[in-house]
């Protein structure tokens, strides 16, 4: 099993709302990942959970929260987004430092 | 900042001619090398890797080389077929786990 699963494929949110992105992997990878791509753009690396805890934070806006319940999940919890968070965010994850395996992505519209 | 480049960023192929896709990178920290392709709507699928004490690898129809003497990393597709039209990311990792994207050649096949 190589997937990376990640939930909603779509969601559309309000600047005051409060969402959440799933991930879930069962490879068991010790390093999980968020990218962030607009279009036609390469994907840019958010954050970086390496055994459960954070390890590399992106200078990301606190308006994005990661959160690591276990080994398995990744969750990205969003609230007082802007307009220009409309992307397509990417799960991924990878057993140490080599390539990540990615999901298909959760494409957000702030509206 | 040192990055991961793509030297095209279009390539349009006929159909069962060889593809050859190119990236310059300029960290020479960078140990380890990923192709990634991406189609419509979907996120980034791991290709191929090498790591930097081999000059070439091969899979399935695809073979990447490396040149760390000019900071070169090339992926090859032979027999290219419709299925293939997609964007191709190089990425690196130079020992740590901060995946840096190249920009991305859109490859087009034309029947």
């Known amino acids: 099993d190589t997937e990376v699963t990640q939930t909603p494929k779509h969601l559309v949110m309000g600047m005051t709302n409060k969402k959440s992105l799933k991930c879930e992997q069962h490879m068991g990878h010790r390093a999980m990942y968020w990218y962030k791509q607009k279009a036609k753009k390469p994907p840019e690396l958010m954050f970086v959970y390496s055994y459960e805890k954070l390890s590399i934070n992106e200078s990301v806006p606190s308006r994005f929260s990661p959160e690591c319940p276990n080994s398995s999940l990744l969750n990205l919890h969003l609230h007082a987004l802007q307009p220009e968070d409309s992307a397509l965010y990417l799960c991924?994850?990878?057993?140490?430092?080599?390539?990540?395996?990615f999901g298909q992505g959760t494409r957000l519209t702030v509206v | 900042g040192e990055n991961v480049g793509l030297h095209l960023p279009t390539l349009s192929v006929q159909e069962g001619d060889n593809s050859i896709i190119n990236c310059a990178y300029s960290?020479?920290?960078?140990?380890?090398f990923i192709w990634y392709k991406q189609e419509s709507g979907k996120g980034p699928q791991f290709i191929i890797d090498?790591?930097?004490?081999?000059d070439k690898r091969q899979g399935q129809r695809v073979t990447v080389l490396l040149n760390k003497t000019v900071k070169h990393l090339s992926l090859q597709i032979a027999a290219t077929q419709p299925g293939d039209s997609a964007v191709y990311f190089c990425?690196?990792?130079?020992?740590?786990?901060?995946?840096?994207f190249g920009a991305g050649t859109t490859v087009t096949v034309r029947a």
């Open positions: 991924a994850s990878s057993q140490g430092q080599d390539g990540a395996f």
């Open positions: 960290n020479s920290a960078s140990d380890y």
């Open positions: 090498i790591r930097s004490n081999m």
């Open positions: 990425a690196e990792n130079s020992n740590d786990y901060k995946l840096s």
